[in-house]
């Protein structure tokens, strides 16, 4: 049995990896990703900001204008990913991204 399958039956769990790959296609512009907060992230300035990514609904903290971490994810299949600080370093997709990704994502989501 593979590690993403569940014993009881459910949906396998979605992994951080297969979000950071979801937000690096958005980075290099093979997926297209839109605004779903009210607010730009400007305007928003610290908090949680939500976006599409072609089906992909990514919640992503704003820390002060800074992109922080992804609070959490939901598939198109409905497969959830959520944030947990007691995780180890690197289970975070936001941590899982280059510099150049991490600053170029940053910079995208100031743009929406």
């Known amino acids: 049995m593979d590690s993403n399958d569940c014993t009881d039956g459910s949906m ?19 997926r297209v990703m839109v605004r779903q907060s ?11 900001f939500m976006v599409m990514i072609e089906g992909w609904r990514i919640t992503i903290f ?11 994810c ?6 959830r990913w959520s944030f947990d600080s007691a ?14 990704e991490h600053q170029t994502l940053e910079n995208q989501l100031k743009e929406l």
């Open 12 to 30: 396998p769990v979605l992994t951080a990896r297969e979000v950071c790959q979801v937000l690096r296609d958005a980075i290099l512009g093979r």
């Open 38 to 48: 009210p607010q730009t992230w400007d305007e928003l300035y610290a908090g949680l």
């Open 62 to 72: 704003n820390d002060c204008d800074e992109l922080d971490y992804c609070e959490g």
């Open 74 to 79: 939901i598939s198109p299949d409905g497969r």
């Open 87 to 100: 995780d180890r370093f690197g289970t975070d997709p936001i941590a899982l991204l280059s510099v150049w």
